[in-house]
């Protein structure tokens, strides 16, 4: 309806009784209201959320910039300017950068496993067989899971004694393994409970992928003769991947992010091997105090996902295969 | 012999669709064990559960009655439930009320703003914690819902998200509109909301999923058990329970689960099509 205005509009001046000289007075005051009005909607439509980030996203950025260049007291409150001092005492200090390298591994293990396995599930699922909506279905299931209920069901099979990860083992004859107290187990346990979390979102986001790429290209690979595995890594993988590329940096942030799991499965042990970045600002600010430092690792943090976004947006702005 | 090399394919073929469906079935296993285990400990008395069995000639759902008679488990899904629709309902109408400013109106610095909103999405929230529990504190907000709703109110990565979507409107809507004399509301009520419905849904969706996944901030900022929302209560009660005592655990959790699981299959349909529709564009 709206569409077949502007038409109408134009031939009613010529039939009407003031004809031409209307549109030309209108025109300039109505835009000049327009534009009036524009300002006005602009603060109304735009205020609430620009006042919401300010207060919300903003001012705390600044906030934990400034306090990480201080010394702080138990209220949180700075007291000495210390310059870059923190930031320096950190990057020296043997625990942070532990908790760096543990949380590399964990990241990197976590992405580049969730893109194997969802690619594997996707390419699985995107075959014309009789029933493979049902396993479609199954293979987004943990999207409904929340890190509460994860971390539970998994807490119960790495369970050392009731587990049935040591039942299985045990059954072959071997000795069970302390999942959450041994440091390099306990990477492993929440590395997999963490997979298997991100897998039903990235298996959706893939399967969209494979559908989307053209089947001509197949058809015509099929004529030349190109072998199915040929075919994957020639057209299916240079096709996707940008949403390759886009499963890696959401699924890398996500992970840089993680807390629930840390918190619920190893509160950071054994001996602080799965004590990640985001858990132990938790632990600086909140149960030891230490708000500077808590600061600092904060900004570090953001910093380091700052980057991996920026390079989303210059990858995603071009837009290129890769 | 032409006979047997049309044999010998048609094996193959079936070989392989076997082989095919083994794979599927094998992966569906790996991804669904972790539930039907829980599920199924839910219903074994906490006896057999401690002693490691996997089987119980006593099933019962017992442990379901003493979830939801010892545990406040209905309360904390009631309020995550409360606190989910309020963040999904306003997050979606602040959103896309910043989107529109952003598509459809001029004004001075719009650009600029624009670029503002658009650099806060690199900054992670759990960066921002310790500010923000000072700022909620000084507010009078602790341990009360409007504190696990206000901060999350609106968000530059949903702003971003519909102001794409309301990029491709086409602008002889919103002129034809200007002619017919529809302000900035009515287009905004009647034609832009109603364009972008698939995106207004699936960002709906990801805010729900969002809030309701919440566990940092809840935890700092949530005390009292009435108030507490789901993932920390589960949390509380993990934390309350003696290590081996997983029966009314397991239960608390396939009670959380079952329903999300359900509005999952059901929703699943709209929620691949917008995810397909903003994956394309």
Known sequence: ?322 | MENATMNRAMFKRRLGKTAKYTMLLILALIIIFPFVLGLWTSFLPSMDIAKGALWSSHLSLNNYVAAFTQTKILQYLLNSLIISTLVMFAHVFFCSLGAYAFVFLKFKYRDQLFYAVLATMMLPFEAEVIPNFVTVKCLGLLNHYSVMVIPFLTSAFGIFMLRQAFLQIPRDLKEAADVDGLNHWQFYWRVTLPYAKISLFTLAAYSFLGSWNQYLWPMLTTFSDHLRPVQDGLRQLQSEETFNDWDMIQASAAIVVIPTLIVLFIGQHYFKSGLNEGAVK
Not at chain 1, 105 to 117: E, H, M, Q
Not at chain 1, 120 to 144: D, H, P, S, V, Y
Not at chain 1, 149 to 166: D, E, K, Q, Y
Not at chain 1, 200 to 223: E, I, M, N, R
Request: hydrophobic share 50%; charged share 10%.
């Open chain 1, 1 to 322: 309806m709206l569409e077949s205005l502007p038409s109408t509009k134009k031939t009613q001046p010529t039939s009407s009784h003031e004809p031409q000289a209307q549109p030309q007075v209108k025109s300039p005051v109505a835009s000049f209201e327009l534009r009036k009005n524009d300002k006005y909607y602009a603060w109304l439509f735009l205020g609430p959320s620009l006042l919401l980030l300010s207060i919300f996203v903003f001012y705390p950025m600044l906030r934990t910039l400034y306090l990480s260049l201080f010394l702080t007291d138990n209220f949180g409150e700075p007291t000495v300017f210390v310059g870059l001092q923190n930031y320096l005492h950190l990057l020296k200090s043997a625990p942070y950068l532990a908790s760096l390298k543990a949380t590399t591994t964990y990241v990197v293990g976590v992405a580049s496993l969730t893109i194997v396995f969802g690619l594997l599930l996707a390419a699985m699922a995107n075959q014309k067989l009789r029933g493979i909506e049902f396993f479609r279905t199954i293979f987004t299931a943990t999207m409904g899971v929340s890190v509460s209920v994860s971390a539970i069901f998994w807490l119960f099979m790495f369970n050392p004694t009731i587990g049935v990860l040591n039942q299985v083992i045990m059954f072959f004859g071997h000795q069970p393994i302390a999942w959450l107290t041994t440091p390099g187990w306990a990477m492993v346990a929440v590395i997999v409970t963490s997979v298997w979390m991100h897998l039903g979102f990235t298996f959706l986001l893939f399967f969209g992928a494979l559908q989307s790429v053209p089947k001509s290209l197949y058809d015509a690979a099929d004529v030349a003769g190109a072998s199915s595995r040929y075919q994957f890594w020639h057209i299916t993988l240079p096709m996707i991947s940008p949403t390759m590329f886009f499963v890696a940096v959401i699924t890398l942030i996500s992970a840089f992010k993680s807390f629930g799991l840390i918190d619920l499965m190893t509160a950071g042990g054994p001996t602080n091997a799965t004590n990640l970045l985001v858990y132990r600002i938790y632990k600086d600010a909140f149960m030891n105090g230490n708000y500077a430092q808590a600061s600092t690792e904060s900004i570090i943090l953001a910093i380091i996902i700052a980057l991996i976004t920026l390079i989303q947006f210059k990858l995603l702005a071009k837009r290129v295969n890769y």
